[in-house]
């Protein structure tokens, strides 16, 4: 890969991430996360190895179902409440899909099977950003978000907890321990 191209990409994965954090309003977020994630495709298959073109795959599908559920839910709380603000979720329904959603976006149990295969796949550096920088943007998504059921994310947070610790009692991998 040229190296200008290279710079391009993590350019671009500065500037999705930059958008995300600045924005108020669902699309322009929305915006953010695409440009986060199709920034990142090309560098996972930076070396075209079988094992990375399927991390890759998975992962774009993974990605590109959690941002239609999330712009599902900001669609939806538009229709009910008229609001596109992030800060303005009024009502739970929307806001309990928008953190569905940002739960995938991250790889929180229970949505989180996609993640150690994806990154079972890719080398250690493209697997280092993924598992750092590419989940900056949902986690600020997530805290901007007003808490109507604050249940749902101390659930969230404790099947990662758990499901994690169990899992990795039993794997020989070193790659999806980490």
């Known amino acids: 890969m040229s190296p200008y191209i290279l710079l391009i990409l993590v350019l671009a994965l500065g500037l ?3 958008i995300t954090l600045s924005s108020t309003h669902w699309l322009i977020a929305w915006v953010g996360l695409e440009l986060n994630t199709l920034a990142i495709l090309p560098l996972m298959t930076r070396q075209p190895h079988p094992r990375a073109v399927e991390a890759t795959t998975k992962y774009f599908l993974i990605q590109a179902a959690a941002a239609a ?8 709380n538009a229709w009910l409440t008229g609001q596109w603000e992030i800060q303005q979720m009024a009502h739970p329904l929307p ?18 099977f996609w993640l150690p295969e994806v990154l079972q796949g890719l080398d250690l550096t493209t697997g280092l950003v993924l598992s750092t920088w590419q989940k900056l943007a949902p986690f600020a998504l997530l805290l901007q978000m007003p808490l109507h059921n604050p249940t749902l994310l101390i659930i969230l947070g404790l099947l990662s907890t758990l499901i994690g610790g169990w899992g990795g009692l039993n794997q020989t991998q070193l790659r999806k321990i980490l």
Do not use: D, E, R
């Open 16 to 18: 999705g991430t930059t």
């Open 69 to 76: 559920t999330l712009l599902f839910a900001a669609t939806t």
């Open 95 to 112: 806001t309990a899909i928008a953190t569905l959603a940002l739960a995938t976006k991250v790889g929180l149990a229970p949505m989180h």
